[in-house]
């Protein structure tokens, strides 16, 4: 699971924290670097004049300052200073034993064969190093005092900053639109990004207007000529019965009969699917007869074919789903396997997992990819719409379904749900 991301706000008050903490380091940093180099080149102009002072004269003299001395070789330096001692380098400072610290300068004089040192031992003179501590633990509460007042001000900014935004999210979140709530939002980007929000939420409910005026009006214009189909395929099979009509004509109002039935539940889902509508409580199905009923009601749809059922259901076996949904769903299946069935056996069985439903099918009707059954335009086979709509009545109701090919098997999966 991913972690959720930072709000908005979170992300403003951490770049201002960031920036104050960067601030206020390398302020610090170059602030420490300051004192020191300034103490640094103090001691050295000292050393400086002194060497002036020294060449000016014809011969080596004590030096004024009382903390400094003059040596002709290195062998005559201070012993802590001889054990830190580098040299044939440019570095002039070091630290003795016991807080002793050391600058050194060499020059040559006139009156001497070797170049001379200059050492000050400027322990008593130091100004940075006796306050260090002090120092830095004043950089370290400024640097909180700075970062508080940042997170402070992030805070202040990001709650100003993105109240119209948060503003603007709860609105999509609740689905509280109402006309002209752009309008409420600053003339900036939110403003911007509201008034498109509006424009689109505006087209959706005019585009669910027209499908639900459209899902009523064919509710209507279709159900009533099949209403009459119905009827009157009811009234002359009633006369046909008793006038003794030719067996072809009466097989012919039973297609007819039958296919407006198909008609009309076809139509019943496709609606049901475009409303979104709810189709009533879970009930407790007898699985065994309401599979023998639907097989029966197909029936004709194998008449001719070469076609042999193979129907195996646990007796007592009884579901808690929607018993309209689950109807939907069997015909779908079971009528796909009729019609696109090559010859052979449809193996229908059912137990507490799943519905198995297994039936050849023909070469030409063996689809390279699976997903291809849901595709509509395939001309030699119908089971893309079949499915399709299947596979959506599934998905609102907890149902799985799964498709599987053996050889020039398919074999369907209908796995209910847990409980």
């Known amino acids: 699971m991913n972690k959720p991301a930072r709000s908005l706000g979170q992300r403003i008050v951490w770049a201002f924290v960031i920036l104050a903490l960067l601030c206020a380091s390398l302020f610090s940093f170059f602030n420490v670097i300051f004192v020191y180099t300034v103490e640094d080149q103090f001691f050295r102009h000292q050393l400086m004049d002194e060497e002036k002072r020294q060449l000016q004269q014809p011969q080596l003299s004590a030096p004024q300052s009382p903390a400094m001395r003059i ?14 001692l580098e040299l044939n380098t440019k570095r002039t400072e070091y630290s003795g034993l016991d807080g002793r610290h050391y600058h050194l300068r060499s020059f040559v004089h006139p009156a001497a064969k070797a170049p001379v040192w200059l050492v000050a031992e400027v322990s008593q003179q130091l100004v940075v ?29 990001a709650r100003r900053a993105t ?27 939110i403003g911007v990004l509201a008034e498109a929000l509006e424009q689109n939420w505006q087209r959706v409910q005019a585009f669910i207007a027209r499908e639900q005026a459209f899902s009523r009006d064919a509710s209507h214009e279709l159900r009533t000529p099949l209403a009459v189909i119905q009827s009157s395929c009811e009234l002359l099979l009633a006369q046909a019965s008793t006038q003794a009509w030719p067996a072809e ?48 009601n197909l029936s004709p749809l194998l008449d001719g074919k070469h076609i042999e059922l193979e129907l195996q259901v646990e007796p007592d076996l009884q579901l808690q789903l929607n ?8 015909t779908n299946l079971l009528q796909n396997a009729f019609l696109h069935s090559a010859a052979g ?17 023909q070469a030409e009707d063996v ?3 699976l997903t291809a059954l849901f595709a509509k335009g395939r001309q030699s086979s119908g089971y893309g719409l079949g499915l399709g709509i ?28 847990k409980l």
């Not at 040596?71 to 830190?84: E, N, R």
């Not at 539940?265 to 979104?276: G, V």
């Not at 299947?390 to 796995?415: F, K």
Request: with cysteine.
């Open 367 to 369: 689809p390279t990819e």
């Open 71 to 84: 040596y002709l070789g290195t062998k005559d330096f201070p012993a802590d200073l001889l054990q830190v």
């Open 249 to 296: 004509q009466q097989q012919r109002l039973e297609q007819i009969q039958h296919s407006s039935r198909q008609m009309n539940q076809l139509i019943s889902t496709l609606l049901a699917m475009s409303r979104e509508q709810h189709l009533g409580q879970t009930e407790t199905i007898k699985l065994a007869g309401l599979l023998e009923q639907l097989v029966l």
């Open 129 to 157: 190093r006796p306050i260090r501590d002090e120092m830095f633990l004043l950089y370290g509460v400024s640097t909180l005092m700075m970062l508080l007042l940042a997170a402070a001000l992030g805070f202040a900014l």
């Open 390 to 417: 299947v596979q959506r009545l599934c998905q609102q109701t907890g149902l799985e379904l799964q498709l599987n090919r053996s050889e020039q098997q398919l074999i369907v999966r209908l796995i209910w749900p």
């Open 323 to 330: 018993p309209v949904l689950l109807q939907m769903v069997l």
């Open 163 to 189: 109240r119209p935004l948060t503003q603007l999210a709860e609105l999509v979140q609740n689905d509280q639109f109402s006309p002209g709530f752009s309008k409420v939002f600053p003339a900036n980007e």
């Open 345 to 361: 056996t449809v193996h229908i069985s059912a137990d507490s997992q799943e519905l198995l439903i297994r039936n050849p099918l």
